[in-house]
């Protein structure tokens, strides 16, 4: 397996010659925290610091498959970064909070949308294989749905039965990646939701398990290493929780009202409502804090300067400016057009690209559904929303389910592949197709995208309309997911073939 610090310079082979200055490297890791600003000119990266910069380095956001079978393109790459936001009243309308994510992951990814059913575990003495080792089970787990890169356990996003809500970003700072595999942020995600019926609960679940277990191991399906860190945006009826974590150190911010985003660095300053017990004392030990100036987290843990984190002109500023810009009118659809938004990056495009989308509607009343909200297709702008709601007896997500590929060892890790498996399912293949005539712009691109709307329309005014009169039909709701996939489906293969 290579690292991409075993590849040195390889600007000139991807078709953009430059200097490694202000401009390129150390703009993208002082961005998101994950370098000191340097001279322009130099790469300020030194011994054992471009192992954290190495899920930055443009050769790394290719597919292993994609640069041996043909030389990569002449095109700008952009580092990985996912978005999630949350806003809760007064800043939303009618009462609810309203949570919303986009993956951000390698283009040629695919990304599933699956049902879990709640479960009791009996025999304990069975441990849980996640995507890298085993842990302890559990003796319940909840019902859940989640968003996932298909090759993998856990989840990046996903809602539980009892409402709660999580989203996990990529973050780097000063603490060194774990190489070792461990628990992903992906598979903390999926255990978060599975393991808590509140969002604190979840928070604690994440960070026990993160003390237990640590997290560590490559993110991605191939033989190019991209690890991370994470923090995590989770949310329930009444309030969310920002979780950022640096190997084992974590802080949590409480969110009660008002609106918080997260992106691809760490957010938590001076506003830490629970923590780690030995984090501060650890960045004493370091040299990071000097114990007494008032402890920032995000400056301490990382690079940041956090005085001028609400002005940068990054992700998390651009998410923020676009929360507050509707701040006191959110609703479902204000979060939906916020995570189709290309002006400000949200909605990413290139080798990392908005591979999957979700929002959640969480109503404070208690005797109304959550309703989720998924695409599973790449870039919302081109994808259909379709709701989800937890009651008994869900049928399977056949459409958005991935075929699924044996090949492991005796202690249950997977193996890498010689090739990459075909894990389209059958929406993502439609939608693939569908997108081959979107890109033309023709008048058959612009019928197909105004059908699209057009189912969507429908589903967000029937999903409303559940909220309002309070009535909900459980044996429509059983098959309402799959339902919806069929009817986008239907469009599809309507505009492929005529």
């Not at 990814?109 to 089970?137: G, M």
């Not at 309703?371 to 081109?382: K, L």
Request: glycine residues 6%; aromatic residues 8%; charged residues 25%.
């Amino acid at each position: 397996m290579k690292l991409a610090k075993d590849f040195p310079i390889l600007e000139a082979e991807l078709g953009y010659a430059t200097p490694r200055s202000e401009s390129n490297v150390n703009k993208l890791c002082r961005l998101t925290g994950t370098a000191p600003p340097v001279a322009v000119g130099t790469s300020g990266v030194k011994g054992d610091d471009f192992r954290q910069l190495a899920p930055l380095h443009p050769f790394s956001l290719l597919s292993p498959f994609t640069w041996v079978a043909r030389r990569p393109v002449k095109k700008k790459m952009e580092p990985c970064s996912c978005d999630t936001f949350v806003a809760l009243p007064p800043a939303t309308i009618d009462n609810r909070i309203i949570f919303g994510k986009n993956s951000d992951r390698p283009c040629d990814e695919v990304q599933e949308v699956v049902y879990f059913p709640a479960a009791v575990h009996d025999n304990l003495k069975e441990h849980l294989k996640c995507t890298y080792i085993e842990i302890d089970q559990v003796p319940e787990t909840y019902a859940v749905v989640l968003s996932r890169p298909a090759w993998l356990w856990g989840a990046e996003m996903g809602a539980n039965e009892h409402g709660v809500c999580i989203g996990n970003e990529a973050v780097w700072g000063r603490e060194k990646v774990c190489d070792e595999e461990a628990l992903l942020g992906m598979d903390l995600v999926r255990l978060g939701l599975e393991r808590g019926d509140t969002a604190e609960k979840a928070l604690n679940v994440i960070v026990d398990l993160l003390e237990k277990y640590g997290q560590g191991g490559n993110c991605s399906e191939g033989r190019m290493v991209f690890s991370y860190h994470n923090s995590f945006l989770i949310a329930d009826r009444n309030e969310a929780w920002i979780l950022e974590t640096a190997g084992k150190y974590w802080a949590a911010e409480k969110v009660e009202e008002g609106v918080r985003n997260i992106s691809n660095q760490l957010s938590i300053t001076t506003k830490i409502d629970r923590e780690h017990p030995d984090m501060r004392n650890y960045a004493k030990q370091r040299g990071w804090w000097d114990g007494k100036k008032e402890f920032d987290f995000a400056a301490t843990y990382s690079y940041l300067d956090t005085a001028k984190m609400m002005i940068s002109p990054g992700r998390y500023c651009e998410g923020y400016k676009l929360l507050n810009k509707h701040k006191g009118n959110i609703t479902f659809e204000t979060m939906v057009e916020i995570l189709r938004d290309k002006p400000s990056g949200i909605n990413m495009e290139g080798e990392f690209l908005t591979t999957a989308s979700m929002v959640s509607i969480l109503p404070q009343d208690s005797k109304l559904p959550c309703i989720h909200f998924f695409t599973g297709t790449p870039d919302p702008e081109r994808s259909v929303f379709k709701p989800f709601i937890f009651v008994p007896n869900i049928s399977q997500l056949l459409n958005t389910s991935s075929p699924t590929f044996e090949l492991e060892d005796s202690v249950g890790k997977k193996l890498q592949f010689n090739s990459k498996p075909d894990r389209r399912h059958p929406l993502y293949q439609k939608h693939q197709q569908a997108s081959e005539i979107l890109d033309n712009k023709t008048e058959k691109a612009k019928t197909m995208l105004d059908n699209m709307r057009k189912l969507e329309k429908e589903l967000f005014k029937e999903m409303e309309s559940i909220l309002q009169n309070k009535h909900l039909q459980v044996d429509k709701i059983v098959n309402l997911f799959h339902q919806c996939t069929e009817d986008e489906i239907r469009i599809y293969k309507s505009n492929v073939s005529s």
